[in-house]
């Protein structure tokens, strides 16, 4: 298999989930697709080295994070998350059609009312499943950082959202 078809292969399978985080970073479709496009050029024009060593979606969900990190720091916009939220694969744990609807309306309201920094350490320690320390090396901060904006964010969501208390995102984790 040649480079390009590889470089191919890897955007075809990875580009659902890239998105999915981007989405949840970006809190808007079309930004996401935009993140992870910038990602995946910047992915490109350095293929040959990060498919030999195995990093590239390390590397592409690293530059995803470091352009919306720099995005924020740039543009100062009030946000809106006027896209619907992207269907996971393979459905959910929740099977009744209107209480999926309710939730993910109560989720998007709840991710409104956070801070881009603060979603971020969110999608990063739950989405992800990253540690503090791999959470503040991606956005550039200290784990100090990482452990207030978790705990400020957590606070946030269960004060303007309890109904979502039973989600492994507001239980938390101890990685």
């Not at 890239?18 to 350095?46: F, I």
């Not at 619907?84 to 409104?112: C, I, M, W, Y």
């Not at 881009?116 to 320390?133: G, N, S, Y």
């Not at 269960?158 to 492994?168: C, F, I, N, S």
Request: aromatic share 6%.
């Amino acid at each position: 298999m040649d480079s390009l078809t590889e470089f191919d292969s890897f955007v075809r399978t990875r580009t659902p989930a890239l998105l999915r985080s981007a989405y949840l970073l970006t809190g808007d479709q079309h930004l996401a697709e935009d993140l992870v496009q910038s990602a995946l050029a910047r992915t490109h024009r350095s293929w040959n080295r990060l498919h030999r060593t195995g990093n590239a979606e390390a590397y592409t969900r690293k530059t995803m994070y470091h352009l919306q990190v720099s995005w924020w720091r740039r543009r100062r916009v009030p946000e809106s998350m006027p896209g619907d939220l992207p269907e996971p694969r393979g459905g959910g744990s929740v099977s009744d059609h209107a209480q999926q609807t309710s939730l993910r309306l109560t989720l998007k309201s709840a991710l409104l009312k956070l801070s881009p920094k603060q979603r971020a350490v969110l999608v990063l320690r739950f989405f992800e499943d990253r540690t503090e320390a791999e959470t503040a090396d991606l956005l550039g901060v200290t784990v100090g950082t990482v452990k207030s904006q978790t705990a400020r964010s957590l606070a946030k969501l269960r004060a303007v959202a309890p109904e979502l208390a039973e989600l492994y995102v507001l239980e938390g984790s101890t990685r």
